[in-house]
């Protein structure tokens, strides 16, 4: 339904930082935005998530994956329509290509998981991290 566009990808040395961002063509700030990863021959990995949802008068709700807790940090501009993820101590291990994507019917107020994929009407092309020394 909308344009999503990431940047920042790149290459990096193991324990390295890099800052994605993800921006979306939509006037209204989506209800969830969210960043996928997947590594080679395997499904997406939800990394983390965060909701706006104004109207219900609760701040953003945050969740991030086990994988990258306490390694990533995700954040939205003021207005709302461009995420941000603060990417720290990047290991080989992680997989290389990152996508966003966002819905503005979803509620993503669940601080224990983000929504399944499907769940996503607007995706982004990917940007590709790569750790390597």
């Known amino acids: 339904q909308f344009q999503l566009v990431e940047s920042g990808g790149g290459s990096v040395q193991p324990g390295g930082s890099l800052r994605l961002s993800c921006t979306t063509s939509s006037r209204i700030a989506p209800a969830c935005m969210a960043w996928f990863r997947q590594a080679p021959e395997k499904g997406l990995e939800a990394v983390a998530c965060i909701s706006h949802t104004p109207k219900i008068g609760i701040g953003e709700v945050k969740y991030y994956a086990e994988a990258i807790r306490g390694r990533f940090t995700i954040a939205r501009d003021n207005d709302k329509t461009t995420m941000y993820q603060q990417m720290d101590r990047l290991s080989p291990d992680d997989p290389t290509m990152y996508y966003c994507?966002?819905?503005?019917?979803?509620?993503?107020?669940?601080?224990?998981?983000?929504?399944?994929?499907?769940?996503?009407?607007?995706w982004g092309k990917g940007t590709q991290v790569t750790v390597s020394s």
């Open positions: 994507a966002e819905d503005q019917g979803i509620e993503c107020l669940n601080a224990f998981s983000c929504p399944h994929s499907y769940e996503y009407k607007s």
